[in-house]
């Protein structure tokens, strides 16, 4: 992406819907969805390459959010409940919750 036109990228393991998508440290994460539910990958944007591999979820994320705040990467559930991703990208770990809010 050079700011006017689209660039066609390396293909995802996975094609997904209802996915959330942050980037963080020149790493665009795409995270659950659904038919990837608790599954991530992450694309580092300046080596064009996937890492398929990413830590999953605790839980399922389908239409949920990714959120960066203070350099860190959350994952908000349906359910209200937050996840942070372990800063050497590791794991995810429940940190709070916060009541259902968006269930349809």
Excluded: P
């Amino acid at each position: 992406l050079d700011g006017q036109n689209w660039t066609k990228m390396t293909n995802m393991k996975f094609g997904r819907d209802g996915h959330s998508c942050e980037v963080l440290d020149n790493n665009l994460f795409v995270i659950g969805g659904y038919g990837a539910f608790k599954s991530g990958e992450i694309y580092n944007m300046l080596e064009n390459t996937w890492n398929h591999e990413a830590a999953s979820l605790t839980s399922d994320l389908s239409y949920g959010h990714a959120v960066v705040h203070d350099g860190r990467l959350f994952a908000v559930h349906r359910d209200g409940g937050i996840e942070e991703l372990a800063g050497d990208l590791s794991g995810w770990k429940v940190v709070a919750s916060v009541g259902e809010w968006g269930v349809w």
